[in-house]
């Protein structure tokens, strides 16, 4: 078998206990048992967003009923309301949702860039005025990681100087090399080291020198993982899969890697393939509010007349609490008068996600990866001739021929 099983030490000493992880010995392809303090996270994992401690559309029991080992909780909303000292006395961010298993918070700089226009990005923080009462506030390193102390999250991730990955120039640069001094500032600041883990996040722009630069550098830090940040903004797919290409190519073997922002299913599958190992995305669960329901074929627009008349699940083989329950001509029906039907399309579209991770760690574990991807393209496009170019180039430099 061309495929290593292998029993190793995975993380670093901050996570103190060896983990499962498999490595395909001809693609940078693995599969890991990544070990967090709430529960051990099978990898490769599609992370569902939350926001303000609840799901959009769906519960935290019925997250766990699908199984669903670790979310996102948001810094920016959660630090401005309630609050941090609020969520603190519930216990931290677990407490205040009821959610037993693990959560990743973000640094609030991206949400404080994209949302609030008055933002101010200087080498101690990023200045913006409160959208609640005006006042003007400083998210610096060690503010971003004081927050997410209190949030108690399993995985925090360092305040990175965020830009568009479609700006070009200078700026790139000062904010590559601004977000590896806030790191360091990160990682001084962090009071919960040895249970809450910090992630470093590669910058660079589509500059390639510049994201090697980056590399080199953050990986000299000893943290637990890394995320590919600055991607998934609106630049070509064949800028996009190269930067991955290159960050997974100089990032070291052992620790998990976390691509910022990618959510499409051919994404997920092409850059799992590029050896990454954690993805998150609002696109599952904001599509399901417009009644699009993610199936492996594509998508279906459950609001369509087509469905009006259909008694079919969504997915007749998906085995999710929507699917075994509702056909689509009664999800069409209800999506008219209320907003259950998006909750049900909620729950389909994040079971489809976790679904679709398990199916391809599985492939991995077995040594079948190449087929799975091949057998996914076929039912995913309706003929070869439409499989996009990128995504033929990219999984053809992992040696997984499409044809
Ligand atoms: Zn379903």
């Given at each position: 078998s061309p495929w290593l099983a292998t029993q190793t030490s995975h993380l670093t000493s901050t996570f103190r206990s060896s983990s499962f992880v498999v490595f395909c010995l001809l693609t940078p392809t693995r599969a890991c048992d990544l070990k967090l303090p709430h529960c051990t996270v099978s990898t490769p994992v599609f992370m569902p967003v939350g926001t303000q401690g609840t799901m959009k559309g769906i519960t935290v029991d019925q997250l766990d009923d699908l199984g669903c080992q670790i979310c996102l909780g948001n810094t920016y909303h959660l630090g401005m309301r309630p609050g941090p000292e609020l969520i603190e006395k519930a216990n931290g961010l677990h407490g205040f949702m009821n959610w037993k298993r693990n959560l990743l918070t973000d640094s609030g700089g991206f949400q404080m860039v994209s949302l609030v226009e008055l933002s101010e990005v200087t080498e101690e923080g990023v200045k913006f005025k409160s959208p609640y009462d005006g006042k003007e506030i400083l998210l610096s390193p060690e503010q971003s990681i004081a927050i997410q102390n209190s949030l108690g999250s399993d995985i925090m991730m360092q305040l990175d100087d965020v830009v568009s990955s479609t700006v070009t120039g200078p700026r790139v640069e000062e904010a590559t090399w601004r977000s590896i001094r806030w790191l360091d500032r990160c990682i001084a600041a962090n009071k919960n080291p040895d249970r809450q883990n910090l992630f470093a996040i590669i910058q660079g722009g589509l500059n390639a020198e510049l994201r090697?630069?980056?590399?080199?550098?953050?990986?000299?830090?000893?943290?637990?993982?890394?995320?590919?940040?600055?991607?998934?903004?609106?630049e070509e797919k064949d800028d996009f899969w190269r930067m991955v290409t290159l960050s997974t190519d100089h990032l070291p073997r052992e620790k998990p890697r976390y691509l910022m922002g990618v959510g499409y299913a051919v994404d997920l599958v092409v850059c799992v393939a590029l050896g990454c190992d954690m993805f998150d995305c609002v696109f599952p669960t904001r599509t399901a509010r417009f009644g699009s329901a993610l199936v492996p074929w594509g998508s279906l627009t459950i609001t369509k007349k087509q469905f009006a008349k259909d008694l079919q699940a969504i997915d007749p083989d998906c085995q999710c609490p929507t699917c075994?329950?509702?056909?689509?001509?009664?999800?069409?029906?209800?999506?008219?008068?209320?907003?259950?039907?998006?909750h049900h399309i909620t729950i389909h579209n994040i079971s489809y996600q976790l679904t679709l991770m398990r199916s391809m760690r599985q492939s991995i574990i077995d040594g079948r990866f190449p087929?799975?991807?091949?057998?996914?393209?076929?039912?995913m496009f309706p003929s070869p001739e439409q499989y996009p170019g990128w995504a033929v180039d990219a999984l053809g430099t992992v040696n997984i021929t499409l044809n």
């Open positions: 090697k630069a980056c590399l080199d550098e953050m990986t000299k830090r000893d943290v637990p993982g890394f995320a590919i940040g600055g991607l998934s903004g609106g075994r329950r509702h056909s689509r001509a009664y999800l069409h029906a209800l999506f008219k008068s209320d907003t259950a039907a998006m087929d799975f991807v091949r057998t996914f393209m076929k039912r």
